[in-house]
């Protein structure tokens, strides 16, 4: 896989805070087009490497390279650049209660464009449509939405700029089963229509085994391995074989063997 554009190259990368080490010399590569999955225990630092990366966190030594670019040493001009470029979805979708889900897509464009009222509520209808959600969704508030519509909603506002890289944090989670698996299905789709790289943490196994090209795993400080499923649950460290060979994670398995044997439907 070395021949493909790296979009985002982490190089000893330390995050400290205080006296406590998150991250010591961790590598990692994200390649253009592909989804790539992040696990690791709690407290293994999931989302300060993503905050790393997306450039809210300055770690304490190391690189982060996105688009070819470091962003620990960019100008503010450079930075907004690499900004417009990266979609994010938090966690718990961290929309404005205050704003209806059109206002929260709108947001994005209203920081980075001079746009009129009328073309960016036109752009939010349809970052609200390609997030699978009714035009009605734009009118309501945040607490006026199912916890897979506040999902859904979020992810609208992260395609506000039309983005390169998606970075979803937990984005399943506290979802059904049946919401997860439309919601894994909608990062497919999206990915294979808009062009996108997926920078995916999840906890979700199901996520893991149906959408993702590659998964890194992050324990002991760093990224033990970043490979494809077939070889990372074979890695013989301790985590990593309770996290995939027990009993969730044979299901999961047995799950998408069985999802990918069944022929497509159609004329």
Request: aromatic content about 6%; hydrophobic content about 45%; some cysteine.
């Amino acid at each position: 896989m070395t021949d493909r554009e790296k979009v985002i190259e982490v190089r000893g990368l330390r995050n400290q805070f205080g006296s406590q080490v998150v991250h010591e010399n961790l590598d990692l590569d994200v390649y253009k087009g592909e989804i790539l999955g992040v696990v690791g225990g709690s407290g293994s630092g999931k989302s300060v490497l993503l905050r790393s990366i997306i450039g809210l966190n300055h770690p304490a030594a190391g690189s982060v390279r996105v688009f070819g670019q470091d962003v620990t040493k960019l100008s503010d001009r450079e930075r907004i650049a690499i900004e417009q470029r990266c979609g994010v979805l938090f966690q718990n979708g961290a929309l404005f209660s205050s704003l209806t889900v059109t206002e929260n897509v709108m947001v994005p464009m209203r920081e980075h464009h001079d746009l009129t009222q009328a073309l960016m509520a036109r752009l939010a209808a349809l970052k609200i449509a390609f997030a699978g959600l009714p035009a009605e969704a734009g009118l309501k508030y945040p607490s006026e939405l199912s916890g897979g519509m506040v999902k859904r909603a979020a992810l609208a506002r992260s395609l506000a700029l039309d983005p390169d890289i998606l970075f979803l944090d937990e984005p399943t989670a506290g979802l059904d089963p049946i919401g997860a698996a439309a919601f894994d299905q909608l990062i497919l789709t999206l990915r294979e229509s808009l062009g996108l790289t997926v920078f995916l943490i999840t906890h979700d196994l199901d996520t893991l085994y149906t959408i993702c090209d590659r998964v890194a795993v992050i324990a002991q400080k760093r990224v033990l391995i970043a490979d494809t499923l077939d070889k990372v649950e074979r890695f013989d460290d301790p985590w990593v074989q309770d996290y995939f060979q027990g009993p969730r994670g044979r299901a999961a398995e047995h799950a998408a063997t069985a999802r990918a044997s069944v022929p497509p439907s159609g004329p």
